[in-house]
């Protein structure tokens, strides 16, 4: 191409042939780039970022774990709840590695490893918790053990299992036993794992009359069994409780063992008082568990150890059930999960493991003995000294409310009679558990809800005080928590029903019942045009409830306020927060009726202005225009031509007013401008009315906060200094004749400006006693060279 274009003669096509050679090739050059990127990007355009290119090194990737775990340094931490991992955590993380290194031994090796790491830890857990010739299975789910427990016990009282399945299930149903204080969903979660109906799940009542409300009615199960026997039914097992879920009971497990006995039924046990098993005391009721069939333990929790498997010790000479129900396992993998547990085990020592379960025993009963000494705290398991979970909550009987809900028996009472203390009670307990759990994160408390004894809380160490490092001097600062919030707690409570009835007495002003609000009550002002019967949202009330919360703020008193949704509805609302005694409810409510009533005269003040304005503009658009129209028939035709209207305007001026207008926001009223230009001065127009003011004012000693009952010395001062003050006034209004008008008088003369003659002075004392005044009768005379001003208006006593 190059030697084709220097055999052309002319330059000119010889450049024009180049420059045309360039531009292909840059076009060339980019389409080829183009079609480049366009591949890179249909082979790497599914594969996320993370993964393309050469991979990434280490470094960078532990730091992406470090930001999934911790989240940004900007966001606040999701729980104040922070592990303790000490060294025997270490070593239980450290069983995780070692596992998956283990594992790429071969199979000869790893055979005997797995099975010396298997049978090690299986031997140890029986020994310490003193289930003797006892078998272990571990799993990572609490329940899995239960589950395959389940299959266990299917396929030793079912022969024919294996061959016919669930036709021999439904020829004889079988029945599990349930506490009614199990843990939730664990009914459910058995059917689901075995595939049979949920009407195979019996829930056994707990005592209503004799022992703990929170133990199985041993009594009511035998019947139970024997009404099943008659239907045709398999009773198949029972899952006990040794340390129930929510309050730490244990159940009689002794009894328990010899129903079951009596009628072929498998006993299962499970609950976090097993843990006292490896102590040198244990109560009776818990050391019966070491004669039932199987039981769950989690050593975990208990220890402190993370990432540790939970153990289920059974007992059973069939190693083909075991085996075909999933206890038992060949694979190495399964084996490998007791590595952690192996190996923490050996570093704490029989002698760390039952220090550990002792020091959270020692917490627990720490607790209880100084709870019992704090009024208004009911302790809900104080039977049982032996257990290691403490369940308590506030509850005081207010004094008014005893004798009517003793005298009412309770089938006749209403539900809301019933419920209104307790729930009461149960928000103020919710408020308490959370202040705790702020205060004392260590202690690891739980907030919960019972169905007989409603909310309260819970301390369980053997669950939290070896991951939170929980010390007595943690309780013992709970304990001290606790005595603090008692006061507030106490006068909220008795001031609610002195708040209701401030609020249903004062106009404007609606009570809500919100039983879920810990505070001292909710309220809600009912605007003019407020729709009661309506559950909608309503604009206007949000707004006026919005600015009294600002106002409300802005007074700096030591009650909380807060706006939100009713209870039952989506108006808007004030919540009052917690109040201590010395709360003055009746200045409390009758401040939010007048700053919520000013807010909305203001409001409509505002919109009302608004329209007037507007009305007034209008009108005074058109008065201006028919001034302009008598003003060209008043000056003529001749007037408004620009020559013509010169020349007669200077042989005959026409002498008009300025005619405008003014409006008088305070009347409403459009006037004309005519007084101004004529007198220089503008009218006084309508006075304003007086702002309304409320009928209670309170003076307030210095430093002392709104809200807040003043001390009887302080008040007995306050009122006769205001008695008297009234008749200081009162004296002055006799001596004056009324307090109608005020006279302002401003004299000069001629020698002294400063100075009144002795004659006017004379006058000023004898008018100041109630004489006369010398010129009243005459205004116009005075002394020559004197000059008096009198000016008179009336008293506006909110100016």
């Known amino acids: 191409m190059d030697a084709s274009l220097e055999k052309i003669a002319d330059p000119t096509l010889a450049e024009m042939g180049k420059n045309l050679k360039e531009a292909m090739k840059m076009l060339e050059d980019s389409q080829r780039r183009t079609e480049e990127e366009n591949g890179k990007k249909l082979i790497s355009g599914d594969i996320p970022g993370p993964?393309?290119?050469?991979?990434?090194?280490?470094?960078?990737?532990?730091?992406?774990?470090?930001?999934?775990?911790?989240?940004?340094?900007?966001?606040?931490?999701?729980?104040?709840?922070?592990?303790?991992?000490?060294?025997?955590?270490?070593?239980?993380?450290?069983?995780?590695?070692?596992?998956?290194?283990?594992?790429?031994?071969?199979?000869?090796?790893?055979?005997?490893?797995?099975?010396?790491?298997?049978?090690?830890?299986?031997?140890?857990?029986?020994?310490?918790?003193?289930?003797e010739n006892g078998c272990a299975y571990f799993h990572e789910e609490e329940r899995e053990g239960l589950a395959k427990i389940c299959r266990l016990a299917i396929h030793s009282r079912y022969e024919d299992f294996v061959v016919d399945g669930f036709n021999v299930l439904y020829n004889k149903k079988p029945v599990i036993y349930l506490s009614a204080a199990a843990r939730p969903g664990l009914g459910q979660y058995l059917c689901n794992q075995l595939g049979l109906p949920f009407p195979c799940l019996c829930r056994v009542p707990c005592n209503t009359m004799f022992g703990s409300q929170h133990q199985m009615d041993v009594a009511f199960l035998e019947k139970m069994i024997k009404d099943d026997i008659e239907r045709g039914r398999l009773p198949l097992l029972l899952v006990a409780n040794a340390g129930t879920a929510a309050v730490g009971h244990t159940d009689k497990i002794g009894r328990l063992k010899e129903l079951c006995e009596q009628y072929g039924i498998w006993l299962h046990v499970e609950g976090v008082n097993l843990a006292t098993l490896a102590l040198g005391y244990v109560s009776s009721s818990v050391l019966a568990a070491t004669k039932c069939d199987s039981m769950t333990m989690t050593p975990g929790p208990w220890l402190g150890l993370p990432a540790v498997p939970a153990v289920t010790l059974y007992k059973h000479d069939d190693p083909a059930l075991t085996l075909v129900a999933g206890l038992t396992s060949n694979k190495p993998a399964d084996k490998l999960r007791a590595l952690p547990l192996w190996l923490s085990l050996q570093y704490l020592g029989l002698d760390g493991i039952v220090e550990r379960i002792k020091h959270a025993c020692q917490l627990s009963q720490r607790l209880q003995e100084s709870l019992k000494?704090?009024?208004?705290?009911?302790?809900?398991?104080?039977?049982?000294?032996?257990?290691?979970?403490?369940?308590?909550?506030?509850?005081?009987?207010?004094?008014?409310?005893?004798?009517?809900?003793?005298?009412?028996?309770?089938?006749?009472?209403?539900?809301?009679?019933?419920?209104r203390e307790r729930h009461s009670c149960d928000a103020l307990n919710r408020w308490l558990g959370e202040q705790l759990k702020q205060l004392v994160p260590a202690s690891g408390l739980t907030v919960m809800d019972l169905e007989a004894e409603g909310t309260c809380v819970r301390f369980s160490p053997l669950m939290t005080a070896a991951v939170l490092g929980t010390r007595g001097e943690d309780v013992d600062q709970l304990v001290a928590c606790i005595e603090s919030k008692l006061p507030v707690l106490s006068s909220t409570l008795q001031l609610r029903e002195e708040f209701k009835q401030e609020v249903e007495a004062t106009a404007g002003l609606l009570y809500v019942d919100d039983p879920n609000w810990p505070g001292i009550g909710v309220v809600r002002y009912e605007h003019a045009n407020d729709d009661k019967s309506s559950l909608k949202s309503d604009p206007e009330g949000e707004k006026i409830h919005a600015g009294l919360l600002k106002k409300l703020n802005e007074?700096?008193?030591?009650?909380?306020?807060?706006?939100?949704p009713e209870y039952k509805s989506m108006k808007s609302c004030l919540y009052v927060g917690m109040a201590s005694e010395d709360m003055d409810v009746a200045e409390l409510v009758e401040t939010i009726a007048a700053t919520a009533r000013e807010i909305e005269e203001n409001s409509r003040l505002l919109e009302n202005m608004t329209e007037v304005v507007r009305k007034g503009i209008q009108e005074a658009q058109v008065e201006l225009q028919k001034a302009n129209e008598e003003r060209l028939l008043e000056e003529g035709v001749l007037r408004q031509i620009p020559v013509v209207g010169s020349v007669l305007n200077w042989f005959s001026p026409v002498q008009a007013l300025q005619k405008g207008r003014t409006f008088n926001l305070t009347a409403g009223s459009l006037e004309s401008t005519e007084p101004i230009y004529v007198y220089k001065a503008q009218g006084a127009g309508v006075t304003p009315p007086p702002t309304p003011s409320g009928s209670r004012t309170k003076q307030r000693l210095p430093g002392q906060k709104p809200f807040k009952r003043s001390l009887r010395g302080s008040d007995a001062l306050s009122e006769t200094s205001s008695a008297s003050h009234i008749e200081d006034l009162e004296k002055v209004e006799r001596l004056s004749g009324g307090p109608e008008q005020i006279t302002l008088e401003a004299s000069s003369t001629e020698g002294h400006p400063g100075a009144p003659s002795p004659q006017h002075a004379s006058q000023s004392e004898a008018f100041q006693k109630g004489a006369p005044h010398p010129e009243d009768d005459h205004p116009q005379m005075g002394k020559p060279g004197s000059r008096d001003l009198r000016l008179t208006q009336p008293v506006n006593s909110h100016l």
């Not at 060294?87 to 998956?100: I, W």
């Not at 007074?555 to 939100?564: A, N, P």
């Open 555 to 564: 007074l700096e008193s030591d009650l909380t306020f807060k706006i939100g």
């Open 51 to 131: 993964l393309q290119g050469s991979g990434q090194d280490m470094v960078s990737i532990l730091q992406l774990v470090q930001n999934l775990m911790h989240g940004d340094e900007d966001e606040e931490p999701q729980s104040p709840r922070i592990q303790n991992i000490g060294e025997q955590g270490h070593m239980a993380l450290l069983g995780h590695s070692l596992g998956a290194y283990i594992s790429t031994l071969d199979k000869e090796k790893l055979r005997k490893l797995t099975t010396r790491i298997l049978s090690d830890t299986t031997l140890w857990l029986c020994r310490i918790f003193r289930y």
């Open 373 to 419: 000494k704090v009024n208004y705290i009911k302790i809900l398991v104080e039977d049982e000294l032996s257990s290691p979970v403490v369940v308590f909550r506030f509850f005081q009987e207010l004094p008014d409310s005893d004798p009517v809900l003793k005298a009412v028996p309770v089938p006749t009472m209403t539900p809301s009679a019933v419920g």
